[in-house]
């Protein structure tokens, strides 16, 4: 076990395959904790889960799920915040009016090509 403590914070560092896995477990108070979640660690490397991203939720999700049950609850102003957290359908036709006029006008194709790309972005 390579666990030792730095501050009041417990550190771990060992080396897998040729390379070198390490950083601070600041949830550990003692060191068998410490030691318990290298071994965490360690396993996820083995798996080769260890550093992989988790694919955050949607911002949609987030606010029909978490943010109104609490907005509802906790805010007398929930009304403006449900309105607020309403897709923009009215920027989406602009950009697509815009991108019309500027396909008529001969412009480039990438320029509206990227206004659509925009324009999903922003409808989340």
């Not at 600041?26 to 260890?50: F, L, N």
């Not at 805010?75 to 607020?84: A, G, I, Y």
Request: charged share 30%; no cysteine; net charge positive.
């Amino acid at each position: 076990m390579s666990v030792f403590k730095r501050g009041n914070k417990w550190q771990y560092d060992f080396w897998v395959g040729g390379k070198r896995y390490r950083g601070s477990i600041p949830e550990a108070r003692v060191k068998a904790q410490a030691e318990r979640a290298e071994v965490t660690i360690r396993d996820s490397v083995y798996e080769g889960i260890y550093g992989k991203n988790v694919d955050a939720p949607k911002l949609r999700d987030f606010i029909a799920e978490t943010f109104m049950p609490w907005a509802k609850t906790n805010k007398r102003t929930w009304v403006h915040d449900e309105f607020r957290s309403r897709p923009d359908d009215g920027l989406r036709r602009a950009i697509e009016t815009l991108a019309q006029r500027q396909k008529q006008t001969d412009a480039k194709v990438p320029t509206v090509a990227k206004q659509r790309q925009l324009a999903a972005a922003v409808n989340y």
